[in-house]
């Protein structure tokens, strides 16, 4: 079949030759029937975000690109605050919506593709203020908690009676709660593990600005999530090119460069 062009910004041709150099995927669906794909992410470094030249990068970025060649459908990823992306996925079949973690608040809210990575959520404390002892958050008193606008963890943490304005403190980014912990006007933050590491060397903060204090989950993985009117036979042909990713090792070798030091 007659390869279509791909709307993939920010990917060069010589990197789309190396990422379609395994073997190729044959589809069975005709040429007119293939449809654009729509993607929305945040700044959640280093799975989406916007590099120095304003391109989309990231792990999820490149996977999403990844999967979008090997299915040979056109795709265009835009970036913005999550509130607004999750906002825009809404629009309507072949939007996609992503780093998302699967939760069972959000199930029948997507089709999803993936799995495509863990999820581990930490309570950071600077590591200056070692009065902050918790064993768990049922032991804030009043102690305030930075968490993202709309994110899965904002609704766990609401759900066990945390509340924004009280105990929680609320900014539209991880990058935003880092500098309002170090500003004093919050005394934690749950942020996940490896984007703590990225956040502290792209703002070259010292490596042990952070402590942990607790785990607080680790039960949910991030996939991608389209619109739930968005055909299944779309979703089968997706989820077949990751799976296709995952066994010829790119997907492992794209993971060495953002999530392992």
């Known amino acids: ?143 305030r908690l930075g968490v993202v606008r709309e994110s899965a963890a904002l609704g766990r943490l609401q759900a066990d009676g945390l509340r924004p304005g009280k105990e929680l403190e609320l900014a539209l980014d991880d990058t935003g709660n880092l500098r309002k912990l170090q500003a004093g006007r919050m005394d934690l933050m749950l942020m996940l593990d490896w984007a703590a590491a990225w956040n502290l060397q792209q703002l070259k903060l010292p490596p042990d600005l952070l402590s942990p204090v607790l785990d607080y989950d680790s039960s949910y993985s991030y996939w991608y999530g389209l619109h739930p009117g968005t055909d299944p036979a779309l979703l089968r042909r997706l989820q077949l090119a990751l799976d296709q990713l995952r066994k010829d090792g790119r997907m492992a070798r794209l993971r060495q460069r953002y999530l392992v030091s």
């Open 1 to 143: 079949m007659k390869r279509r062009s791909l709307a993939l910004a920010g990917l060069s041709s010589l990197a789309l030759g190396a990422a379609l150099a395994p073997g190729r995927l044959a589809w069975a669906q005709p040429e007119q029937t293939l449809t654009a794909l729509k993607a929305y992410t945040e700044h959640l470094p280093p799975l989406n975000y916007l590099d120095a030249s304003g391109q989309a990068q990231g792990f999820s970025v490149e996977l999403l690109r990844l999967i979008a060649a090997e299915a040979e459908l056109p795709l265009d990823i835009e970036l913005m605050p999550w509130p607004r992306a999750v906002s825009s996925a809404r629009a309507g079949p072949g939007c996609v919506l992503f780093s998302l973690a699967r939760t069972p608040a959000r199930e029948r809210q997507y089709r999803w593709l993936g799995p495509i990575g863990p999820r581990r959520l930490v309570v950071y404390r600077l590591s200056s203020r070692k009065d902050i002892q918790l064993r768990s958050l049922r032991e804030l008193g009043g102690l």
